[in-house]
């Protein structure tokens, strides 16, 4: 059975820092792995990563890849208090269809 | 503008009660999957549809049934035998490597 799982499940900071999140995975025929970050509803897009050791970076936000240690890592750095969200990791396996098989998230709270 | 409708937004029910939850795209994508989210547990699979007139079951597929009779469209029922419905549904389309969701519908079983 497909497993992912993020770590940590929550993490609380001021505005300004620096976090880390973790997705480490287990997943037959693995195709790619994809952050998504929800606020109040539906999960929005941040990126997909299919190979290793390349970084995907959008403003304050980057993401690596690592296909042998089979783990991803999501960077934020200078947080805002809009960065306050849960972020999913997911990962595609099987058919060309992706099935998904997403971790349990973690829940980023910034303070002002 | 292109994407996944869902309706309703919330929906009460009483236990017992069958209730079907509405998604509709109108992005032309064959793939669609439905999505259940509890607190702390992330999103699992309920059911996927890789092309019209064919389903897979996902990892909780028990007391929910699906239909997909028209590219658009892939209802979700939730039935009685579903032991705790309670929870925030959301459907997605896949194309090209990205997963697009709908707003979600969250059903309160009373």
């Known amino acids: 059975e497909d497993k992912v799982v993020q770590s940590p499940l929550s993490l609380v900071v001021h505005e300004g820092d620096t976090v880390t999140l973790n997705c480490s995975y287990e997943?037959?025929?693995?195709?790619?792995l994809l952050w998504y970050k929800q606020e109040k509803k539906a999960p929005t897009f941040l990126f997909m990563l299919?190979?290793?050791?390349i970084e995907k970076k959008s403003g304050r936000l980057s993401s690596i890849l690592d296909k042998k240690e089979l783990f991803s890592i999501l960077n934020i750095t200078a947080t805002q208090t809009g960065d306050s969200a849960v972020y999913l990791c997911?990962?595609?396996?099987?058919?060309?269809?992706?099935?998904?098989?997403f971790g349990q998230g973690t829940i980023l709270t910034v303070h002002p | 503008d292109g994407g996944i409708t869902q309706s309703p937004k919330y929906l009460f029910r009483k236990e017992g009660q069958n209730v079907t939850l509405s998604c509709e795209q109108n992005?032309?994508?064959?793939?669609m999957y439905w999505y259940r989210q509890d607190p702390g547990q992330g999103l699992r699979l309920i059911y996927y549809?890789?092309?019209?007139?064919?389903?897979q079951k996902g990892d909780i597929a028990e007391g929910y049934s699906v239909s997909r009779e028209k590219k658009e469209s892939f209802p979700l029922t939730v039935t009685s035998a579903q032991k705790n419905p309670t929870a925030f549904y959301l459907c997605?389309?896949?194309?090209?490597?990205?997963?697009?969701f709908g707003e979600g519908s969250r059903l309160t079983v009373l």
């Open positions: 992005l032309n994508h064959d793939a």
């Open positions: 997943v037959t025929n693995f195709r790619s």
């Open positions: 549809s890789q092309i019209v007139n064919d389903f």
């Open positions: 997911a990962v595609v396996g099987g058919t060309s269809y992706g099935k998904l098989t």
């Open positions: 997605a389309s896949w194309i090209s490597g990205e997963l697009f």
């Open positions: 299919t190979s290793s050791g």
